[in-house]
């Protein structure tokens, strides 16, 4: 058991490090070419790359056999996870920062540790819960002090700007952990990959719905991606975001707890701390240091825990 979480845990290090990368490279694309474009393309270049690995790893190309309700609940895992969340998240990005929105995205784990404990009896001991909550101060302290108001005056355009990323970042959470939740339902069921390809085709079925049916702009969004250099960019995020990360993510769920897991997938800030510093010189000012150090505590007494 110690063994699994300890691997589990570390599958989960590895899906931030993916996280980082990817949140690099989509709120560039977002500012050059929207986060939208960006949240749909990169579904149809994941898809054959999940698939074969899909049949790499587990000998299938597609799971069959499954019950109705595993493919319901996969399926809007997807659609939650990868459409809606990922939009939310995406524009979060652009508005509010890389590193900023995933900081607000540890709030995902109370609410995925909450909803383990009652659907799934997965119990934390109390140095646990501690390591959940060291984590989660961390956005205490960059909401309340480094979202303050300038005195005196109307909110700036940019200000309304970051707040709204705020908004979107904070809804991006709570939906995470809702498409998780269900993914977990049919982990008992099927391999960790072939949960990752149903909820692709979740993710790439609402893109489809509403890119193609609903806002006919899917045609825009591919000829944006004619740019061999915006399209590398593209390919590389999706093979590290929709393929790898989640499936290490799918498989970290099989050998730890869910709140667990979900809480070391969101050190993601800490990585993105030196390219925010040192590419963008951004100043870093002390709640934004203090969260990303409360970051690594809060993930540092989990893997103690263990």
Request: aromatic share 10%; charged share 15%.
């Amino acid at each position: 058991m110690e063994h699994n979480l300890i691997v589990g845990q570390l599958l989960a290090l590895l899906t931030a490090a993916c996280w980082a990368q990817n949140a690099i490279i989509y709120r560039h694309l977002g500012q050059k070419v929207g986060s939208d474009a960006v949240a749909h393309i990169r579904m149809w270049i994941a898809l054959p790359a999940i698939i074969l690995l899909t049949y790499l790893m587990e000998g299938i190309w597609f799971p069959v056999g499954l019950s109705a309700r595993t493919y319901l609940f996969l399926l809007a895992s997807g659609a939650i996870g990868y459409f809606i969340t990922d939009l939310l998240l995406f524009k979060s990005y652009v508005l509010l920062g890389a590193r900023e929105s995933m900081v607000i995205m540890t709030l995902s784990p109370v609410v995925t540790a909450l909803f383990g404990f009652l659907l799934f009896d997965e119990r934390l001991n109390f140095i646990q819960i501690l390591g959940i909550f060291v984590t989660i101060l961390g956005v205490t302290l960059m909401v309340l002090l480094d979202g303050r108001r300038k005195q005196g005056g109307r909110l700036s355009d940019e200000e309304r700007s970051k707040l709204k990323g705020l908004v979107y970042a904070i809804l991006g959470s709570v939906l995470q952990s809702l498409s998780f939740l269900l993914a977990r339902f049919a982990l008992e069921e099927t391999g960790a990959v072939s949960t990752n390809l149903l909820r692709n085709l979740g993710g790439l079925g609402a893109f489809i719905i509403f890119n193609v049916f609903y806002k006919r702009d899917a045609r825009s969004h591919f000829q944006t991606f004619r740019n061999p250099r915006l399209f590398f960019l593209l390919f590389l995020a999706a093979l590290t975001g929709p393929v790898v990360s989640m499936s290490l993510q799918m498989k970290a769920f099989t050998l730890a707890p869910v709140g667990i897991v979900t809480t070391i997938t969101q050190v993601t800030p800490i990585l993105l701390l030196p390219f925010d510093r040192f590419i963008l010189h951004k100043k870093i000012t002390p709640a934004s240091l203090g969260a990303t150090l409360l970051s690594i505590l809060g993930v540092a007494i989990l893997f103690l825990a263990a």
